[in-house]
């Protein structure tokens, strides 16, 4: 896995659309979008704590303008984080977001690291104890919600203990400086903590992500016919089973034809397997290329074919089966010295109250189709000429 340096991070240089990287990193913006409204509303309760124990020993308009800037910096980040639930943003627009994510923590976590050291009382070495105990528990909160993102928790630790941390190194008073002592290691075990949860995270989603990609590949595999890439049997059938329910429900119109490749045997046996491999992919690609979005193309089985039609009726269909008639027997493939042409024929159906699922249609189709090969090949023959 390429992972993504710091510096990369707090440039806001995203990986790679689409990519492993991408994935895990939006997944990171998310938790901590999805973790931080409780722990915002704590951070305020704290503040108010902090408040109410200063309140007799710190001037009270430094406390309230203190209080003011946290909360007024909290409602936007938790309206921030009700847009960001809202509005679920895609991988294009996830870079945004985790920049304003990390530039509201700092400004919040800021607040309170430098605000609180303002406003501790020099005179009062237990008030400033409470203080920076309060600001250890805020920064542990911190790596609980955060450790997702490692440049968010990374800033919101720092911003809360440096400040006070490093005021009290300076102090002449033995006890500040023994508390700035315990406060860096704490600060350090905090880091360290992040990071390990921050890598099996990391690991968690890693595998997640790979568990849907795999998943996602077997289901298609299991889907998809591999040689030509259209939808296998099971596929069709069950695509058209749906269709054909609806199309019954909604009195819409759906048509279906099958398509035959002729005299396949002589192709595998003048040309080889190879041949007759290139000749399937080349009938596929044409049916695939008249498909349109909601048209559903299957290779039902050796050289047979099926187009399914929602919403066209039987007249549209014979349009559509006669030019991919035309289509495939104007193909020329390269093979060799001698290239391979071929025709196919083509049996055209149309669901009616006679013909009223999926297995009636095929039927109808595959007699059409029938009748096609036995009037010559080289044709498109619909359901009611059989009749």
Known sequence: MTRVSLGQRITGAWPAANSLESHIRAEEVRIVFRQAPPAQLLSLVAAGAVCWVLWDVTPHRHLVTWLAAITAITLVRITLAALFARRSPGPEAMVWWERVFVGSIAAVTLAWGGGAWLIMPDHSPVHQAIVYFFLMGVAGGAVATYSAHAVAAGVAICTLMLPATIGFAFQEATELRIMAVGGALYLAAALRSMRGFGFFLRRTLQLSYELQQAYARVREQAHTDE???????????????????????YHRGLALFMMDIDHFKRINDTYGHAGGDAALRAAAETLRHAARRADTAGRLGGEEFALLLPETTVAQAMVVAERVRRDVAALTIPHGNTPIRFTCSIGVAEQTPAVNDLDALLRAADEALYQAKAAGRDRVVCGAEVA
Request: glycine share 8%.
């Open 227 to 249: 040689l030509t890439g259209l939808a296998n049997r099971r596929a069709f059938v069950e695509i058209g089973t749906a269709a054909s329910d609806q199309a019954r429900r």
